[in-house]
Nanobody, 120 residues
């Protein structure tokens, strides 16, 4: 499966963004999708994940209640809706396909990343 992340940009604190992850390939339908982020000088960290059906979702504690992951399998697209953004959310955001989980090693396919910058 190939993944293309988009939707990043510059936003003020308190604002919102919607990231998209467009997937291609026959394995998308059965793949869990995860969003991760990596800030400068830091390790890549889990943000949110969705099962293939979208019925099971998981969130990292720092984003709970502010971010929502959703997927439209008809469009082969997964979204990350980000509200109440904070400067500490600034990072390159990656989408990944693989097995449902919170660890980087559980995902075998990665998109190229999209930069989100939140100004204070």
């Amino acid at each position: 499966v190939q993944l293309q992340a988009s939707g990043g940009g510059l936003v003020q604190a308190g604002g919102s963004l919607r990231l998209s992850c467009a997937a291609s390939g026959p394995t998308f339908d059965w793949s869990a999708i995860g969003w991760f982020r990596q800030a400068p000088g830091k390790e890549r960290e889990f943000v949110a994940s969705s099962s293939r059906s979208g019925l099971s979702t998981y969130y990292a504690d720092p984003v709970k209640g502010r971010f929502t992951i959703s997927r439209d399998n008809a469009k082969n697209t997964v979204y990350l809706h980000m509200n109440s953004l904070k400067p500490e959310d600034t990072a390159v955001y990656y989408c990944a396909a693989g097995n449902l989980g919170v660890e980087v090693r559980m995902y075998g396919f990665w998109g190229q990343g999209t930069l989100v910058t939140v100004s204070s």
